[in-house]
């Protein structure tokens, strides 16, 4: 496999596209002022670095969302850069652009950057590009900058890696290009699964793993399994490395990661009481929770913010609404190793207080609802309910949906509308940038199939021609698992399908900006 590989990382495929929130400003900085470090302020402006872009849809979706802000792509795969070269050019996105490049030639004048992002790298690159990309990090995040690093963690891959071991090393015996050779590696997986090798007759998690890998996109399980480089870290490791270089651990996303009473089981959570040192005290949690994956948070300089009043001057830009409107108490969460209900009077009050809005800290602090409860107290009520998913946190106010319509609408953000023109009915999910949001928010594709036809060709005769779409398409429609096969029936399923998405879908994009009236 050497031929096809760039130092040990594969270029003979390309990566699927995908859009990633953890990547989001606004959600890397939020995890900073929640851990009482001072984020880089915003809105006169930012620099935003990726490494290792693949196809970059999460660097154009952020560029798309923060025009104030200047996003740089890198990535070594020219195939990579020349389909992030094509979205840049027809999203109209004047505040991005993307280096072919490996991390140890870029260009010494870059620059300093706010925020230094990479995800799906550190664990799949060689030992000396992790220590370039360590290089690269102390002379270009600037001072009281992020960076976000993502990688595969012990112990939770302990079980697992066997099953990438046994695939890279099946997959060098075969012939063709490594989308084949992954396909036979997995068929042969399957093999040994079926005939009850010892491994997985002892390691029931790792057979079941087995069936989940047969749903993901082979492009998917190359770059995963066969780089040569592929690694697993304790967080401790990880904060070392990151440490020698100037940076201090910060969090993590998701959010609810920095709650270690979300994370571990209450029979654990003494010994989280009595745990200062937070390097420690991640390294528990990874082991109660078993964690097999993490997005990281570092600062270079961090500047502490010991209290209430000093989040309200440094990072009051954020705002804070219900995730979902309507929502009532008791409201659970299940947060994988731990369910969590949200209920009590004070998180009543929040829920009244937001209602519809989006609200800055400082409002929600001068509401005179909630004039009896220490601020301290109610930033973390407010931050644990985005760790639930109760509220969702966003650069911007969220507007008010002008409620139900009948005409036709439109989508005012290029980007945006290159997006649906082509990835509707693609069989992935449509991130759409919101520059209300500061982020990206994705569709499932039928649901970008319904907007793409709502904007261009408006409401009337819209089930019929989602209908066409999804024929052409080849696509079949579903009840209970069924395929529906009579026609009567299957555009009667479209049709309520469109219906739900008028409903609940577009009033919520409405709110985001990514639909206005037409």
């Known amino acids: 496999m050497a031929s096809t590989a760039a130092e040990g990382y594969i270029t003979d495929v390309a990566y699927i596209p995908g859009f990633y929130p953890n990547m989001a400003p606004t959600a890397i900085r939020h ?105 690269l990090a102390r002379r270009h995040l600037a001072p009281g900058g992020l960076l976000l690093v993502s990688y595969n963690a012990m112990p939770g891959w302990a079980h697992l890696q066997p099953i990438r071991g046994i695939l890279r090393q099946y997959a060098a015996l075969r012939q063709g290009d490594n989308l084949q050779r992954i396909r036979d590696a997995l068929a042969y997986l399957v093999f040994i699964r079926d005939k009850h090798a010892k491994y997985f007759d002892d390691n029931p998690r790792a057979a079941a793993y087995v069936d989940a890998l047969l749903k993901q996109d082979a492009r998917y399980l190359a770059h995963e399994y066969l780089n040569e480089h592929w690694t697993s870290f304790y967080f401790a490791d990880v904060a070392g ?83 979902r409107p309507g929502t009532t108490l008791p409201y659970q969460a299940n947060l994988g190793v731990v369910t969590s209900t949200v209920q009590g009077p004070l998180y009543q009050t929040l829920l009244d207080v937001l209602g519809g809005k989006g609200l800055r800290l400082s409002e929600i602090l001068a509401d005179a609802r909630l004039a ?48 649906l023109a082509n990835d509707a009915l693609a069989g992935r999910s449509v991130a759409l940038a919101s520059t209300t949001s500061g982020t990206g928010h994705t569709l499932g594709d039928l649901d970008a199939a319904i907007l793409h036809e709502l904007a261009t060709s408006g409401p009337d005769g819209l089930a019929d021609r989602i209908d066409a779409r999804l024929t052409a398409a080849g696509r079949a429609v579903q009840k209970d698992g069924k395929t529906i096969t009579d026609p009567t029936e299957r555009l009667a399923l479209v049709r309520t399908a469109c219906d739900a998405f008028r409903a609940a879908s577009l009033p919520q994009l409405e709110r985001l900006g990514i639909v206005t009236s037409a």
């Open 372 to 419: 009896g409860t220490p601020p301290a107290e109610l930033m973390r009520a407010v931050d644990a309910g985005v760790a639930m998913g109760l509220f969702e946190v966003s650069s911007g106010p969220v507007r008010e949906a002008a409620g139900e319509r009948g005409g036709a609408i439109a989508i005012p953000a290029a980007f945006n509308r290159m997006v």
């Open 241 to 323: 490395m990151f440490g020698a270089a100037g940076m201090a651990f910060v969090g993590s996303l998701p959010v609810f990661t920095n709650f270690w009473d979300l994370c571990v089981r209450p029979e654990f959570q003494e010994l989280f009481r009595t745990t200062t040192n937070r390097l420690v005290t991640e390294a528990h949690k990874d082991f109660c929770a078993n964690t097999a994956f993490r997005w990281d948070v570092y600062a270079r300089e961090p500047r502490a913010m010991p209290e209430a009043a000093d989040r309200l001057r440094e990072a009051d830009d954020l705002h804070f609404r219900l995730t």
């Open 31 to 135: 995890v900073a002022a929640l851990n009482r470090i001072a984020p880089p302020r915003v809105a006169a402006g930012f620099r935003y670095l990726e490494l290792g872009c693949g196809l970059g849809r999460s660097l154009t979706t952020l560029a798309a969302a923060n025009p104030q802000g200047e996003f740089v792509a890198v990535d070594v795969n020219p195939d990579h850069t020349a389909a992030v070269d094509r979205d840049i050019a027809a999203g109209g996105l004047a505040n991005a652009r993307v280096i072919t490049s490996g991390i140890g030639a870029l260009p010494a004048d870059l620059g300093m950057f706010e925020f230094i992002a990479l995800h799906g790298v550190f664990s799949w690159v060689a030992p000396h590009v992790r220590e370039e990309i360590l290089a």
